[in-house]
DNA sequence: CATTGAATAGTCAATACTGACTAATCAGTA
DNA sequence: TACTGATTAGTCAGTATTGACTATTCAATG
């Protein structure tokens, strides 16, 4: 249901249309979710049916049809629910990146170290990059603040499997 | 392709069927992926016909079908490709647990608190579970590192979140 | 004013993923 | 031996998600 609280949570702001909401998320939140245009479409279907959006068609100038999503009454008490779940609950995060670590020693552990250093260039590369991001307001800070933590810690972890394979490469080569 | 990467990695050991693989999957690696029986089937199908493992029905006594999958030449030189790609990228883990955090505005903040309080008792008992895993052998053991290491610095974050509510609480009610 | 490129708005066919199911065997037990 | 529940093995129909596309408008430029 995250998704669905994402969006209604948008919806909050006012009316919009399915390409704003989608826009709106794409660059404010690109970094705490991902969610495609096709997906948004989808979901904001589905929450029609279900009542918690109403959608009216609008005509701006001559443009074609454009559907302006606005939320219903039971669409902010069901967001209000939602909310409240997603705050009590946790989920682990499931990166992929961790994989690859699990197959390690199928590879020599130069090599290994070798690579582990290019990821920790890319995740440096991102810490710098959220600490260029100019202060947000509210809660949008929040979620930049999570993300820079979340990183650093990844950082430092990384630190450490790279000492432990460089420990283990010089074992190899001894 | 990490999923492809697992399933490839994990017939490395040796060759195995459908249902083998899934339950070591399950059993072994159910906190840094989660892949569902069917899927699995789905991607050895298709990777046989890529031609990186091949598949041969085997009958013991007097059971039915069962597909023993058992990884080519090819599916090794994939494996080797794709774990380096893995090692050498990283791609930032998405929680949805995040979502909640950036609507958090629109709840009074002592109610926010109380939530986030329940949040931080559900990643406390996830850290105490991890602390009670046995040592495993090798790179399993990595993995089981990197997920303590994360839910520590995910509780760190909760306890700086929730100061920070707290705060908030403390000026509304003044 | 025709043309190019960007922005706006949405669609659709195809892929990926899963919940819920079937069906056989085995192990215990009453 | 008939029944119950657990384990093994796999299937299938339905849902979710996405890449790639269409189509219009706007703005700028030669």
């Given at each position: 249901?995250?998704?669905?609280?994402l969006?209604?949570?948008?919806l909050r702001?006012?009316?919009m249309?399915?390409?704003?909401l989608?826009?709106?998320?794409?660059?404010?939140m690109?970094?705490?979710?991902?969610?495609?245009?096709?997906?948004?479409?989808?979901l904001?279907?589905?929450?029609?049916?279900?009542?918690?959006?109403?959608?009216?068609?609008a005509?701006e100038?001559?443009r074609?049809?454009?559907?302006?999503?606005?939320l219903t009454?039971?669409?902010?008490?069901?967001?209000?629910?939602?909310?409240?779940a997603?705050?009590?609950?946790?989920t682990?995060?499931?990166t992929?990146?961790?994989?690859g670590?699990?197959?390690i020693?199928?590879?020599?552990?130069?090599?290994?170290?070798?690579?582990?250093?290019q990821?920790r260039?890319?995740v440096?590369?991102?810490?710098?990059?959220?600490?260029q991001?100019p202060?947000?307001?509210g809660?949008?800070?929040?979620?930049?603040?999570?993300?820079?933590?979340?990183?650093?810690?990844?950082?430092?972890?990384?630190?450490?499997?790279?000492?432990r394979?460089?420990?283990?490469?010089?074992?190899?080569?001894?």
């Open positions: 249901m995250e998704r669905e609280l969006l209604l949570g948008v702001y006012g009316e249309h399915g390409y704003q989608h826009d709106f998320i794409e660059s404010s690109a970094f705490c979710t991902d969610l495609k245009k096709p997906t948004a479409y989808f904001l279907d589905k929450m029609q049916e279900s009542g918690w959006v109403t959608v009216k068609q005509r100038g001559n074609p049809h454009k559907r302006v999503y606005k009454a039971k669409g902010e008490a069901v967001f209000q629910d939602l909310l409240r997603n705050l009590a609950d946790f682990t995060a499931k992929g990146s961790d994989i670590l699990a197959f020693d199928a590879m020599p552990s130069e090599e290994a170290r070798q690579l582990l250093q990821r260039k890319v440096a590369e991102q810490v710098a990059k959220f600490e991001v202060a947000h307001a809660s949008q800070q929040l979620l930049i603040d999570h993300q820079l933590h979340y990183l650093r810690s990844e950082l430092a972890w990384l630190n450490l499997v790279i000492r394979v460089k420990a283990k490469a010089r074992a190899q080569q001894a």
